[in-house]
């Protein structure tokens, strides 16, 4: 019965450095997947930012076009 209850105290030693360890592990992952959506977010952001500059340099070169075809007239 002892050697039952040292064999059983080794046994949980062992699964509480397991569930520490692994513990630490899904941490770290935690902390670089947070990491890698922040940096996401912020390339998103700054594509948001360039597709609007598009979007608006698009719309200035349709009023110039438009201008163009008004001043001209049909030919």
Do not use: W
Not at 48 to 73: A, C, E, M, P, W
């Amino acid at each position: 019965r002892r050697r039952r209850i040292l064999k059983n105290r080794g046994y949980a030693a062992n699964c509480r450095t397991k569930r520490m360890s692994q513990k630490e592990i899904l941490q770290m992952d935690k902390e670089k997947l947070e990491n890698e959506v922040k940096n996401l977010s912020n390339q998103k952001q700054m594509l948001k930012i360039k597709l609007d500059s598009i979007n608006d340099r698009f719309k200035d070169l349709q009023h110039y076009v438009s201008i163009l075809k008004t001043n001209n007239g049909p030919n």
